[in-house]
């Protein structure tokens, strides 16, 4: 039997920072980021007559869809209906954008049978890793990603590797309201505006990464691990601080960080533009008790939104339906 239905299930991506932009005969962007089970993404397609998107987030999955016909499948849109089933906001440090377009790709290639295709084709179809690739990369592979930086030209950054985070590990997300990270053309904006990033600055970068935090992944320590994680973000963080409150987004992100290492929390910092701060806990259970101890630690934390998220070290995972098993 034909597969009628394909569902892509991706996970969602935390970016705790670039190493450089800015400077001549440097490579632009690289960056740390790795990939989580929660909030996730789910999407459900279905052949059908009429071309049709539904759900959340749903003219962004029209649009990657239209742009995903038109260059693999020679035409405006495809023969199906696209339902987006879950998915977090956008703009939230999340890699929202990157992985619903990236999900949506993959699953029509799958519902035409079309044969794998080169991330980096899709990329480039889809208009993702225009600057970071850590969450193209992590779409396909999970876990901790390194990706070297863009030369002018190239579709896609190299990826200089990947780690499995120690899958007993926790992420907090907590995520203060109102507020959205920079995106779109503002983003583009902020990045010619912003001064080069030092060359020290990136040096500093390179050292925390490659002799405190990727160390404490190979042979796994959470302490060790938690304080690299924090000093990289708080100094990559510096190089935006034109366009935002110093290393963070926001007074608010700012004092939600200050306040959880005062509690002992060590491994906390900004996703990408935020507004979403992540706190790396070493248990499920220490974890639940942190999330649950916030309300007592400031009016900082009253209005913000919280989730548990586990690493994910896999990547997208896509499953055909025939038309007897479809629902």
């Known amino acids: 039997m034909t597969a009628s239905t394909v569902v892509v299930t991706a996970p969602s991506r935390l970016h705790f920072g670039m190493f450089s932009f800015g400077q001549e005969n440097v490579r632009e ?5 790795t990939m989580i089970d929660a909030p996730g993404l789910r999407v459900r397609l279905r052949k059908a007559r009429h071309f049709h998107c539904h759900g959340p987030l749903s003219a962004r999955a029209e649009h990657a869809a239209r742009r995903f016909a038109e260059t693999f499948l020679s035409r405006a849109e ?6 987006v089933e879950q998915v977090s906001e956008e703009h939230a440090g999340l890699g ?20 794998d295709m080169e991330l980096s084709c899709l990329a480039s179809c889809l208009n993702r890793a225009q600057r970071s690739a850590v969450g193209t990369y992590g779409f396909e592979l999970g876990g901790l990603i390194v990706e070297g930086g863009k030369r002018r030209g190239e579709t896609l950054a190299p990826l200089i590797g990947r780690w499995e985070i120690p899958s007993g590990w926790r992420f907090l997300l907590i995520r203060p ?11 583009i904006q902020a990045f010619s505006s912003m001064p080069p990033v030092p060359y020290e600055v990136s040096a500093e970068l390179a ?3 490659l002799m405190r935090m990727l160390p404490a992944i190979v042979k796994p320590c959470f302490e060790e691990f938690s304080a690299g994680l924090h000093d990289f973000g708080a100094l990559a963080g510096q190089a935006f601080a034109s366009c935002q409150h110093g290393s963070y987004a926001s007074p608010e992100v700012a004092n939600i960080i200050r306040r959880l290492r005062e509690e002992g929390v060590q491994g906390v910092g900004q996703s990408s533009w935020g507004p979403t701060v992540f706190a790396l806990l070493p248990s499920p259970a220490n974890a639940e008790r942190i999330a649950e101890q916030l309300p007592n630690w400031g009016s900082i934390f009253d209005s913000c939104t919280t989730c548990l998220a586990a690493p994910c070290n896999a990547g997208v995972r896509v499953t055909s339906v025939a038309d ?3 629902s």
Do not use: M, N, Y
């Open 29 to 33: 962007f690289g960056g740390v980021g």
């Open 78 to 83: 495809p023969d199906c209906e696209i339902e």
């Open 96 to 115: 929202t954008g990157t992985q619903l377009a990236l999900a949506i790709g993959r699953g029509l290639a799958s519902l035409h049978g079309l044969p």
């Open 177 to 187: 309201r109102p507020g959205k990270g920079l995106a779109g053309q503002a983003e």
């Open 207 to 209: 050292q925390i990464l």
């Open 324 to 326: 007897a098993d479809a």
